[in-house]
């Protein structure tokens, strides 16, 4: 199976590898975790409000700065409202971004209420009306992360991707579960292969990657360009370097790294790029899936949300990780 780099206009993303957009995980400090592991060929920053960010500084804002191991680097806006887009994208060029994604697929209550994420995918002329004034206002890659709507209808969703594609997106990132199905059920690459038959641009798979194996049955399956990866590189921020090992490299899988390590890593990152009232709950909420490495991970996991201080779920850690030896998680 011969795979190509991902070519996004003048952007190359090789390997074709991305870190999909996650809240309260797809944070610098995360991404430089995942860049000091290598093989992610590209970034996406957390869904960022349009609304929001042009009252950010591009130079200092934790949320919009990004170190030199994340690149190439997709920014993602949630929008809802064509006219949102002049004064976000001018910030965001600011920052030195690689290219620009709508959101088109989120299903929190509270944004599908306010008409952004998957509630676009029922006003299609809405959809359009935002990706027309991304158009003009941006030369850069422009991509739409989407999932398969509201109900399982093709024609509906096929229409869309193709509105999409006419209106001047240069990819489009296929989720390809529905509003309702959350994670509960496995995700219909099916579809994903089906919206690759449909298009002449560049189409990212997203859905169930956990592994090497799961990513070359994705690239076979489907025939995408690119792999997307969320939650299961939380659980290894490794996931990237073995998959690109796998897929292109000639030396084999390097040997599992010390979780302990690797947790404290990502605390001197934490430290170093974000303030100090942010640390907890987002190092709380990435133990939610990095405890899995662990037969005894909930134990992990109570300890460091019971914890009232970095520097307690700190000490509760390396209790923890002395005591316990990390699952094989190499499939």
């Known amino acids: 199976m011969s795979i190509g780099p991902l070519h996004l206009k003048d952007v190359r993303v090789e390997p074709p590898l991305v870190l999909a957009p996650m809240a309260g995980l797809s944070h610098s400090a995360f991404r430089q975790l995942v860049g000091e592991f290598g093989g992610c060929g590209l970034f996406y920053t957390e869904m960022l409000s349009a609304r929001s960010v042009p009252f950010e500084a591009p130079d200092s804002s934790p949320w919009l700065s990004r170190g030199a191991r994340e690149r190439p680097i997709i920014y993602q ?14 910030t965001i060029h600011a920052c030195g971004a690689d290219g620009i994604d709508i959101n088109m697929g989120c ?25 027309d004034a991304a158009r003009r206002a941006t030369n850069l890659p422009l991509l739409v992360k989407v999932r398969l709507g509201w109900s399982l209808d093709w024609e509906s969703f096929s229409g869309f991707c193709g509105m999409l594609q006419d209106g001047g997106v240069d990819a489009v990132v296929v989720h390809p579960r529905l509003k309702e199905d959350r994670l509960k059920r496995p995700a219909r690459w099916e579809y994903i292969a089906r919206t690759k038959e449909l298009l002449r641009i560049p189409v990212i798979g997203n859905g169930d990657v956990d592994s090497p194996e799961g990513a070359a049955r994705m690239f076979r399956q489907t025939g995408c360009d690119a792999v997307m990866i969320g939650r299961a590189a939380v659980r290894q921020p490794w996931l990237f370097r073995d998959i690109a090992t796998s897929l292109w490299g000639s030396a084999p899988i390097q040997p599992t790294p010390d979780p302990s390590a690797v947790f404290r890593r990502l605390l001197s990152l934490l430290d170093a790029t974000l303030p100090a009232d942010y640390r907890l709950p987002l190092l709380r909420h990435f133990v939610v899936y990095f405890a899995q490495n662990f037969a005894f991970g909930h134990t992990l996991w109570r300890l460091v949300q019971n914890a009232k201080s970095v520097a307690e779920a700190t000490a509760h850690a390396d209790a923890f990780f002395q005591g316990h030896r990390p699952l094989d998680n190499r499939r």
Do not use: F, N
């Not at 806006?77 to 001018?90: C, M």
């Open 77 to 90: 806006l949630l929008i809802s409202q064509p006219e949102e887009l002049p004064a976000a994208l001018a």
């Open 107 to 131: 299903t929190a209550a509270l944004i599908v209420k306010r008409g952004g994420g998957i509630a676009l995918m029922r006003e299609p002329a809405r959809a359009r009306a935002i990706i």
